[in-house]
């Protein structure tokens, strides 16, 4: 499960904005995931639980908001959704997509004390 190791780096970059910013509690925490970003919303959750015992963040709530995947066909041109690598565009069928978004895995947003 690479998401309990996401979320040890995860927590390490709040520890490093409470220093920055100063503030001792994370209470509630948004974090931006594409689709290619290879992240299981419910596996993440659990993780971050997990991970963030006896840090500043433990008690958060962990929102994930699921953003879509966009590509552009290098062959016709066409831009389509996509929700994982390796697809073919659905208007051609080839394999030259090239990826726009859905990469992100992102804070959005934080709420402290």
Known sequence: MHELSLCRALIEQLQQQAELHQFNRVKQLWLEAGPLAAVVPEAMTFAFEAASRGTLAQGARLHVVE?????????????????????????????????????????RELEVE
Do not use: N
């Open 67 to 107: 953003l879509p995947g966009r590509a552009r066909c290098r062959a016709c041109g066409i831009e389509s959704a996509i929700s994982q690598w390796y697809q073919a565009c659905p208007k051609c069928g080839q394999y030259q997509l090239q990826v726009l978004s859905g990469e992100e895995l992102r804070i």
